[in-house]
Nanobody, 125 residues
Framework: GLQLVESGGGSVQAGGSLRLSCAVS????????MGWFRQIPGKEREGVAA????????DYSDSVKGRFSISQDNANNTVFLQMNNLKPEDSAMYYC???????????????????WGQGTQVTSQ
């Protein structure tokens, strides 16, 4: 199976930036899409960015569009989430996830992904 490890979280002032990384190892050729999700206690996990690994197409939730950017480094099997102009409401635990096949047609649905990282905390205030 796949192993995903996030890093890069932290605490920043509102308006600041962070870049999250997701290192992927294992059978990576089976992955068709990568997603970044966030979750705060008591709330459902929310998809914020998705990337289709074949062609590099990206998609974003309305809440982060224009501020966040997802990208990949194929040589190092790493996916990034660049977060700019952070707001207090962006504070959450952030998770990366990997999916494959037809599940990728719904990239903001958590059930579309079968491999998850352990999460990294982002706080903006």
């Amino acid at each position: 199976g796949l192993q995903l490890v996030e890093s890069g979280g932290g605490s920043v002032q509102a308006g600041g930036s962070l870049r999250l990384s997701c290192a992927v190892s294992g059978y990576t050729s089976s992955t068709d899409c990568m997603g970044w999700f966030r979750q705060i206690p008591g709330k459902e996990r929310e998809g914020v960015a998705a990337l289709f690994t074949g062609g590099g197409t990206t998609d974003y939730s309305d809440s982060v569009k224009g501020r966040f950017s997802i990208s990949q480094d194929n040589a190092n099997n790493t996916v990034f989430l660049q977060m700019n102009n952070l707001k207090p409401e962006d504070s959450a635990m952030y998770y990366c996830a990997a999916g494959s096949g037809d599940n990728c047609y719904e990239p903001f649905r958590p059930r579309s992904y079968n491999s998850w990282g352990q999460g990294t905390q982002v706080t903006s205030q």
